[in-house]
C-alpha cells in the first residue's frame, strides 16, 4: 500500500455555509494560500470561494479538488480573513453568509466595463474650510504610530466633516472614508477626486457592476489607496490599512436590517483595530454609545473650536397655536410666507408617508386597519386607496364603515401627500415632494438629488428620506418640523436620541441666518432646550443617566431573538436561555407583524456580558436547527 501526503484546504463560498474542505493538487501547493481566490466543484458546478486556511486535519471520505483561476491572482490579506471570522463569530452568523453579504461581488467575479454605461453623477462642488495642522495633530501622530488608535470628532458641522477628510487624505496612504448615503459618497468622491485622481476610488451598490470590478482590480493591484463609498468601501481588499473614516457615525442607516444585522460603524471600528490602524469617527450629534466610549477613554474626543453661526431655533407649540390647516400653524405659516415673498429656499418636513394617517368612522369611532396587519391602513388621496406601510396591500377607499355601516368618515394625521396640498393650496406656488412614494427608482433619486440642488422648486416637502438625499451645498433659509412628537413618543429608548439627531440634521441645513421651526405638543421637552443652546454635552449627560438607571445600552448589552410559529416555541426559547445563563434579563416575548405582514415574536435578551449573550443565542440555534418550519433571526445590538 503507497502512503502520500494530501494537501487540502477550506475553502469559503458566498452562501449560507461555512467553510468546505477540499484537495489541492501537488502542483498548485505552493500557490495556495489563506486569502487566495479559487474555483472548486459546489453542487454540481464550479464556484468560486476564498481560501480559508490549511485544514491538517480533513474529513473521512473523498475530497475534490480545488483548481486556480486563470490570470492574476486575487488574494485577501489576513487581516481581512480574520475580520470576515469576527464578524461570523460576533453577529452569530455563518461565514459563508458573512462572504456574500460583506464583499464586493466583484471581488470574486470580475465584470468588464461597458463603454455607454451611466457614470457617476456630477453633484454641486464643496466650498471646503480651512483645517489647521493643530486640529489634525493628534491623529496623524496616531497614524504614523502604526498602532490601533480611535477618535471621536464632534463636528460643527458636516461641511467640517468633509473638509477634515480632505486635510487627512494628504497626510496617509491606504484610506477608507464610509458615509451613510450614496448621494454624500459621490458628493465628497467628485469634490476631491481632482486632488487625488491617481489614488482614489468610489464603492457603493449603484455602480455599475464593470465600474465596480474596474475599481476593485484597481485596489487589488495597488493603484488605488484611497476608497471612498458605502458599506462596499469598508470590506475594499486593501492589503494595508492605515486610516479608517466613519462619516455621521450616528446615522441609522449603518444598521443593516436585512440578513446578517451588523453595524458598520462598529465592524469599522474592528478593521482598524484588526489592521492596527486609526479609526476617525465624526458627527455633528454622536451616537450615545460612541459619545460614551470618548467619555470613558475608548476614544479620543476632538471637539473644534468654531465661530459657525446657527440659525435661530422656534419652538411652536401646538396646544395653544392657530392653527391655519391640521398640519400648519400660523407661526409656521407666517414665517413660510415671509420667506416666500423673498424667493427663499424653504422645507417642510413631516416623517409620514401619504395623505391621511387614519381613516376614523364618525358614528362609532372605528379606524379602518389592514386586515392581514390588524394596523390602521394610511389613505393615499391621488390613488383613491387605502394603503397598509407594512405588507403593501391596496384596498379601496370604503364607502361605508367595516364596522357599523356609518357614511361618515374623519381624516386624522396628515402625510406628505396632504402637506403638499396644503402649502400649495395656501402660498399659490408649486412645490415638490421627496418621499419613498415617489422615489423608488435609483434615477428618481438622483432627478429629484439634481432638482434639489438647482432652482426647480423654492419649497421642497418630505420625510426623513429627503434630508439625507440633501447634501451639504444645498442651503435653505427656513425649515419646518411639522410632526415631531411623532418621533418623541416611539417605544425605543433610543427614540429622543434619534430625535435629536434628526433635527441636529435638519439644523445644519439651514444658512446660518435662517430658522427652524418645531411644531410640538411638549414644547418643555429638555430635547429643544440642549438644541437651542447647542448643548449636546448637557443632552448626553441626562440621555446617560436615565440609561444607567433603566440598565440600557451603553451600560448593558442587548440581543434580539426574533421568530415565527406558536407562542410555545417563546417559551422553549425563554426555558433555554435561563438553562444556559441564568443571569440574563429576558423581555417580552412581544407580538408583532414583519414587512410581510406575518405574525412575529421577539424577545429581548439584556446582560452587561456581551460572551453570556452570544452564548445563549447560539443555544437558542441549536435547539432548533432541525426544525425546517421555525424562522429564528439574532439582531446583535439591535437598534431600537
Known amino acids: 500500500m503507497i502512503k502520500f501526503f494530501m494537501h487540502c484546504f477550506d475553502v469559503l463560498f458566498p452562501i449560507n ?14 500557490v495556495v494560500q489563506p486569502g487566495l481566490v479559487v474555483q472548486a466543484p459546489l453542487r454540481n458546478k464550479l464556484s468560486r470561494g476564498i481560501i480559508l486556511d490549511k485544514n491538517i486535519s480533513p474529513p473521512a471520505g473523498p475530497l475534490k479538488e ?78 504614523t504610530s502604526n498602532k490601533y488608535r480611535g477618535f471621536l470628532l464632534h463636528a460643527p458641522s458636516l461641511l467640517y466633516e468633509y473638509s477634515m477628510v480632505l486635510r487627512l487624505l494628504s ?80 446615522s441609522q442607516s449603518y444598521k443593516i436590517e436585512e440578513g446578517i444585522r451588523y453595524n458598520i460603524r462598529d465592524v469599522a471600528v474592528m478593521r482598524a483595530f484588526i489592521e492596527k490602524a486609526t479609526i476617525l469617527l465624526s458627527s455633528i450629534s454622536p451616537s450615545i454609545d460612541s459619545y460614551f466610549n470618548a467619555m470613558t477613554n475608548k476614544y479620543g474626543m476632538l471637539k473644534p473650536s468654531s465661530d459657525i453661526r446657527r440659525p435661530a431655533i422656534r419652538i411652536a407649540n401646538m396646544r ?73 396591500k391596496t384596498h379601496a377607499i370604503p364607502e361605508k364603515c367595516s364596522r357599523c355601516k356609518g357614511h361618515k368618515f374623519e381624516l386624522l394625521g396628515s402625510g406628505t401627500e396632504r402637506v403638499q396640498e396644503h402649502i400649495e393650496e395656501l402660498f399659490g406656488i408649486a412645490t415638490m415632494r421627496f418621499d419613498s412614494d415617489n422615489v423608488k427608482k435609483k434615477s428618481e433619486k438622483e ?34 418640523v411639522l410632526n415631531v412628537d411623532s418621533s418623541l413618543n416611539l417605544p425605543d429608548f433610543r427614540a429622543i436620541e434619534k430625535a435629536y439627531q434628526e433635527l441636529s440634521t435638519i439644523i445644519d441645513l439651514v444658512e446660518p441666518r435662517g430658522e427652524i421651526l418645531i411644531q410640538t405638543r411638549f414644547p418643555n421637552t429638555p430635547l429643544f432646550r440642549h438644541l437651542q443652546q447647542n448643548d449636546y454635552a448637557s443632552f448626553a449627560k441626562e440621555e446617560l443617566s436615565l440609561r444607567k438607571h433603566l440598565n440600557y445600552p451603553p451600560y448593558a448589552k442587548l440581543l434580539n431573538i426574533s421568530f415565527n410559529g406558536s407562542p410555545g416555541i417563546a417559551e422553549k426559547i425563554i426555558k433555554t436561555v435561563r438553562e444556559s445563563e441564568p443571569e440574563i434579563e429576558i423581555l417580552g416575548p412581544a407580538i408583532g407583524r414583519n414587512r410581510k405582514g406575518l405574525e412575529e415574536f421577539s424577545i429581548i435578551l439584556k446582560s452587561v456580558d456581551r460572551k453570556a449573550l452570544n452564548t445563549a443565542a447560539k443555544k437558542v440555534l441549536k435547539t432548533f436547527d432541525q426544525s425546517k418550519k421555525i424562522q429564528i433571526r439574532i439582531d446583535v445590538d439591535p437598534a431600537r
Open 320 to 392: 395653544f397655536e392657530k392653527k391655519i390647516k391640521p398640519d400648519l400653524s400660523q407661526t409656521v405659516f407666517d414665517a413660510a410666507k415671509k420667506h416666500i415673498n423673498k424667493n427663499d429656499k424653504v422645507m417642510f418636513v413631516i416623517n409620514r408617508r401619504g395623505y391621511s394617517s387614519l381613516l376614523l368612522c364618525h358614528e362609532c369611532g372605528y379606524i379602518e386597519k389592514c386586515p392581514t396587519c390588524d394596523i390602521p391602513m394610511v389613505l393615499y388621496k391621488n390613488e383613491n386607496a387605502l394603503k397598509c406601510h407594512y405588507c403593501n
Open 66 to 143: 480545488l483548481q486556480i483561476i486563470a490570470g492574476e491572482p486575487t488574494v485577501l490579506s489576513k487581516s481581512m480573513l480574520r475580520l470576515l471570522r469576527w464578524l461570523s463569530d460576533y453577529y452569530i452568523a455563518p461565514e459563508g453568509l458573512v462572504l456574500k453579504q460583506t464583499l464586493p461581488r466583484e471581488v470574486l467575479i470580475k465584470t468588464k466595463h461597458r463603454k455607454g454605461q451611466k457614470e457617476i453623477p456630477q453633484p454641486a462642488a464643496i466650498d471646503f474650510l480651512d483645517i489647521g495642522s493643530e486640529d489634525v495633530l493628534d491623529i496623524t501622530t496616531a497614524i
Open 447 to 480: 432627478d429629484l438629488s439634481r432638482l434639489i440642488s438647482g432652482d426647480f422648486s423654492k419649497i421642497l416637502i418630505g420625510t426623513k428620506l429627503m434630508t439625507r438625499r440633501i447634501t451639504a451645498t444645498d442651503y435653505f433659509s427656513m425649515a419646518a
Open 171 to 250: 497626510s496617509a496612504r491606504n484610506i477608507i472614508v464610509i458615509l451613510p448615503d450614496v448621494s454624500q459618497a459621490n458628493l465628497l468622491y467628485n469634490a476631491v477626486k481632482d486632488l487625488h485622481a491617481d489614488r482614489l476610488c468610489l464603492l457603493h451598490g449603484e455602480l455599475s457592476r464593470g465600474k465596480r470590478s474596474e475599481y476593485i482590480e484597481g485596489i487589488l493591484s495597488g493603484r488605488y489607496d484611497i476608497v471612498i463609498g458605502t458599506r462596499a468601501a469598508l470590506f475594499a481588499p486593501l492589503r494595508k490599512v492605515s486610516l479608517v473614516m466613519v462619516l455621521n457615525e450616528h
Open 17 to 30: 455555509l461555512g467553510p468546505l474542505t477540499y484537495i489541492c493538487p501537488e502542483s498548485l501547493t505552493d
